[in-house]
């Protein structure tokens, strides 16, 4: 898209926007409203009409022009003021909604998150399946989604292989053990499957000669008596666990550095009870010259955390799954929702949450991920899409039940029909098809990786 087109685009937005025309959600006739969208070539809105048919549908109307009634809209286009932000970017559009740090004078945009979707959004064009109708029209008998799955799990692991390859081919090279790969720091929103993934590239690693360890970062906490917060009031209820100061740096950096250099230290025992750190600690070393340290957790990304650590030998990840896939011309599949989805499914099957649980926890989540992880997302060696098209086909079935439980008094209840009206553009698929060594299993259980 020229810049031109966005200049008349951003000029007609504020045009209907100063009218204030009312949108209309209305019920139409299957025909009529399939009729208008194949007219008009809307293959995505389409698709999903013809996969998921019903006898009347329901569509947002604004001015004649129809869209599917997907998501809840505000009752009219003024609604829209402040007028959003569009910005050309790589011959598309983007529009920027809100800011919460107030007017948007520029647009930047993430590199990490564009390069993973350029791809996935070439995976799912190579396969023919670039909307949710698409992905409908797979069957579930025979071979046709099964194969769709394998697809996707192959170029997963693909994605493993290329990573493990390129850390060997660091250390290849490397003149001097300093200049090697010694640490690995794997970061990234819930539910992005670090887990799973840490576990698999673990095992690639072995079989190029690497023994890769694990050192957990959730017992290098500070004593309650050093937490900054707690100072100043004595309170422990004032103490936040994600922020990086609850952290004991200088420890972590100081059992890094030592493991390094071949020594054996001392892990210490957080007492979350407590708030104390139980006993002198746990010995801990690496079993060779060819071991390779696995740091995963929400400031693994996070430049002070390793700051102390010579920069050659940390490998930094970031994972997080990102799907390409159209609901229809005006929605795409978000990925907060797809890794609520997950989130939920998990927090369910595993620690036995609800889905208003999980509902009334995500805004605290979604803030922690703003502040201590998505600023650290461009600065790393290597980016992971950890997300797999079929994946709604598939967590439909688990979440669809829980939340349908939510209640109206309840204040997620807004949110879980939101999900809902997402889901009820999807057809359901069995679990069976997705495989044992799936990262996808991390969240729905059976998996050859789990750990719950």
């Not at 396969?127 to 797979?138: F, R």
């Not at 390793?306 to 490998?315: A, H, L, N, W």
């Not at 980016?383 to 008094?409: D, F, M, T, W």
């Amino acid at each position: 898209m020229r810049s031109t087109e966005v200049v008349a685009l951003d000029k007609a937005l504020g045009e209907l926007i100063n009218r204030n025309a009312p949108i209309e959600l209305v019920s139409l006739p299957y025909a009529e409203v399939l009729s208008y969208f194949e007219s008009h070539s809307m293959e995505s809105s389409a698709a999903i009409v013809k996969s998921r048919v019903r006898e009347f549908i329901d569509v947002h109307r604004i001015e004649g022009c129809l869209r599917l009634a997907v998501f809840p809209l505000v009752g009219s286009t003024g609604g829209l003021d402040p007028k959003p932000h569009l910005a050309a970017y790589q011959g598309g559009l983007v529009a920027v909604y809100y800011n919460p740090l107030g007017p948007l004078v520029q647009f930047t945009p993430s590199r990490t998150l564009m390069t993973s979707f350029k791809e996935q959004k070439q995976f799912g064009l190579a396969h023919g399946v670039t909307s949710i109708g698409a992905l409908n029209v797979l069957k579930n008998e025979g071979r046709e989604f099964q194969e769709f799955v394998l697809h996707c799990e192959f170029a997963q692991e693909a994605k493993l292989a290329h990573c493990a390859e390129r850390i060997r081919s660091i250390n290849n090279g490397a003149r001097t053990r300093v200049d090697a790969v010694g640490v690995i720091c794997i970061a990234g929103p819930t539910s992005s499957g670090k887990t799973t993934f840490a576990t698999k590239l673990s095992m690639y690693l072995a079989n190029a000669g690497y023994k890769a360890v694990p050192l957990s970062v959730d017992h290098y906490y500070l004593p309650l008596d050093r937490q900054p917060r707690y100072q100043i009031r004595g309170d422990r209820g004032d103490v936040d666990y994600d922020a990086i100061e609850s952290m004991d740096i200088p420890l972590v950096s100081e059992h890094v550095n030592a493991l390094l250099r071949g020594q054996t230290v001392m892990t210490p025992v957080y007492n979350m009870k407590t708030g104390f750190r139980d006993g002198p600690g746990k010995p801990f070393c690496l079993p060779g010259a060819n071991s390779i340290l696995v740091m995963e957790g929400i400031h693994s990304l996070n430049p002070t955390y390793t700051s102390m650590i010579t920069e050659t030998r940390v490998f930094k990840i970031y994972i997080s799954p990102l799907s390409a896939l159209q609901i229809d011309e005006t929605h795409a599949l978000r990925t907060t929702d797809h890794r609520l989805l997950r989130r939920m499914c998990r927090d369910y099957l595993f620690r036995g949450h609800s889905a208003s649980r999980t509902l009334s926890m995500w805004d605290k989540v979604r803030r922690g991920e703003h502040r201590w992880i998505f600023p650290h997302q461009d600065n790393v060696d290597w980016v992971v899409n950890s997300g797999c098209e079929y994946e709604l086909r598939i967590l439909k079935p688990l979440v669809e039940p829980l939340l349908a439980q939510v209640q109206p008094a309840d204040p997620c209840f807004r949110k879980a029909q939101s999900l809902l009206s997402l889901l009820s553009q999807v057809n359901a698929a069995p679990c069976h098809v997705v495989p044992s060594t799936s990262l996808v299993r991390e969240f729905i259980g059976d998996g050859a990786f789990d750990h719950h």
